[in-house]
């Protein structure tokens, strides 16, 4: 039986917005100076994270959710598709203002399992940094009115950001990363974008990139609400666990560990990022050396584990 924990290997993404700081900062071998998403744990068709430890070395964790339903619990009956995506973001440069659709708009108009609702983490933001939020449309005509003429200043709702910052998107909110920021993000496993402003930018052929006006218009819920999430904070021996947001496609937390813990899985499967630090987890007596940049997820064939060290993490499960 497969019992230990499943490393995965990122997937990387070029994007026009894109830079280098998944190297900087992760010490990931990018293949580009134009390096935008690192997809850390992902089961998705458009970019599927190899696993690297253990028996099933080499196989995607798609390939592990189709052929291995047992690592997984009761999530496999209850998901068409492994539900959700990882990624590292490194925008050098502003990313496009888009929306999302939901489950039921993807079911009926792309065909997809699922819509996206993502939500981020701040790993690193200059000074200044801003993301757009929302907008600031009164009504779905007016925004339809205010996107068609182009009146971007006053239709965008733009926020100031800095590292430990938490967002939380639902489908159907307008939003866009801005320059200098680098996030984790954790989302619904789904890559149905629809771009709404993409500050007229062509790239080295001079094209612009394809805008989707008329489906941001029907997905985009006006006028704008802030949703309201719960957060939390408990402490475990060495580890302070905060809840950043538990909702219906997904339960995200950070975690600061400074010195030692004794956990016991408490969902069907959970998906771990090191965010900064070092520390050592042991389970079924194997013990595996964790550092910034590991990404794995704790199956359910795993029920107890133990951490030693100092490293935060983003820990999520649907
Ligand atoms: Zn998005």
Redesign the pocket.
């Known amino acids: 039986m497969y019992d230990e924990p499943i490393f995965l290997k990122p997937v990387f993404q070029e994007r026009i917005w894109g830079g280098t700081k998944l190297n900087t900062l992760f010490n990931y071998e990018i293949p580009n100076d134009k390096t935008g998403e690192a997809w850390v744990i992902s089961a998705h068709e458009n970019g599927p994270s190899q696993i690297t430890n253990g028996e099933l070395a080499g196989q995607t964790l798609k390939d592990a959710w189709e052929g291995h339903p047992e690592l997984f619990n009761k999530a496999v009956d209850n998901h068409d598709a492994y539900p959700l995506l990882v990624k590292i973001l490194d925008a050098a440069d502003d990313l496009s203002v ?1 929306v ?1 659709p939901n489950d039921q708009y993807a079911q009926e108009v792309e065909n997809e399992p699922y819509g ?1 609702t ?1 939500c981020w983490y701040v790993l690193q933001a200059e000074e200044g940094a801003e993301i757009v939020f929302g907008h600031h449309a009164q009504s779905q005509e007016q925004f339809a009115e205010m996107a068609k003429a182009g009146d971007w200043d006053r239709l965008l709702r733009r926020i100031p950001v800095k590292a430990g910052d938490f967002i939380y ?1 639902p489908s159907g909110t307008i ?1 866009a990363i801005g320059a200098g920021i680098v996030i984790l993000e954790t ?1 619904q496993s789904s890559d149905i ?1 629809y771009r709404v402003y993409d500050y007229d930018r062509t790239d080295d052929q001079g094209n612009t990139r394809e805008l989707h006006l008329d489906s941001s218009i029907e997905v985009t819920r006006a006028p704008h609400r802030t949703p309201d999430i719960k957060q939390s904070l408990t402490k475990q021996d060495g580890l302070t666990v905060k809840k950043l947001v538990e909702e219906q496609y997904f339960t995200v937390y950070h975690w600061d560990l400074a010195g030692e813990c004794s956990q016991t899985r408490d969902a069907d499967f959970i998906q771990l990022s090191v965010i900064d630090g070092e520390a050592e987890l042991t389970t079924n007596n194997k013990t595996f050396t964790l550092k910034k940049g590991n990404h794995f997820i704790i199956p359910a064939t795993v029920d107890h584990y133990h951490l030693v060290g100092h490293a935060e993490f983003i820990v999520s499960h649907p």
Do not use: G, L, R
């Open positions: 888009q999302h996206k993502e998107v939003h989302q974008t």
